[in-house]
């Protein structure tokens, strides 16, 4: 019941039902923010990848979780090749770093982060970056749970925390930017409503339940790991909105 509160929360905050978002200039300030939340979902993605079915040099069949590789699979495909508008395969991250760029958004601050984290790792980036800070505080809370190394908590953060909100969540963007002439933005958030809606969402459940097990102590720590990053989202879309509405 906890879990659905804090989802209902969520879905419900006042930077989503409420007209914060009303100028280029705040989408902006949205965006600038907000692409670190679409990167680390990434990163989310491909450790649970990882966890259902490690990639190496030499193969080995997964005999327990074949439903769950053939989701978390069907996922990554979509999220690192989807189709974009203009017919060709394209990433998510690098479809919405071009709707940045459609509105006049630098994105190097973002690619800078990338390069450090690639090239001095992770926690280095997430201390030393020059990056806004409530992206740098939920990228944060994102690696926590990936860190604890645990399939069923990061499946939990990624169906609680990304795909089964997100429907509803983006639903409520689209019609803050209605009057903004942001076709590929509203590509992006379009896209993401209907994938994660009809199948990533329902998918992640199949996929959450399986790692679970019927294991009691697995299903309690997943329930806490779904609060954990639905809290996490609530405070960065707190911080967000503050940045919105302070903005000279």
């Not at 409530?134 to 069923?152: L, P």
Request: with cysteine.
């Amino acid at each position: 019941m906890k879990v659905a509160q804090r989802k209902a929360a969520l879905e419900n905050h006042s930077l989503l039902i409420t007209d914060t978002i009303q100028s280029v200039d705040d989408l902006k300030l949205f965006m600038e923010q907000h692409v670190y939340a679409v990167w680390d979902f990434m990163s989310l993605a491909k450790s649970l990848q990882h966890s259902v079915c490690p990639s190496g040099n030499v193969w080995i069949p997964n005999r327990l979780q074949r439903t769950s590789s053939r989701i978390i699979n069907e996922i990554i495909l979509s999220e690192e090749s989807d189709i974009g508008p203009d017919g060709l395969p394209i990433s998510h991250f690098d479809l919405y770093c071009q709707a940045m760029k459609e509105i006049g958004v630098d994105t190097r601050a973002v690619f800078e982060f990338i390069d450090l984290v690639d090239s001095k790792g992770i926690q280095y980036a997430l201390d030393r970056a020059v990056i806004p800070e409530s992206s740098r505080q939920f990228m944060k809370s994102t690696f926590a749970i990936i860190n604890r190394n645990k399939a069923h908590e990061i499946a939990s953060a990624f169906t609680y925390g990304r795909e089964t909100v997100i429907p509803a969540m983006f639903e409520r963007i689209v019609l803050q930017v209605t009057d903004i002439e942001v076709p590929r933005f509203r590509y992006y958030l379009d896209r993401h409503v209907q994938i994660d809606h009809d199948e990533h969402g329902p998918g992640a459940l199949t996929l959450l339940a399986e790692l679970c097990e019927h294991d009691p102590i697995k299903i309690v720590e997943a329930e806490q790991t779904a609060i954990e990053a639905i809290n996490a989202r609530i405070k960065f879309w707190d911080k967000v909105k503050y940045s919105i509405l302070h903005s000279e």
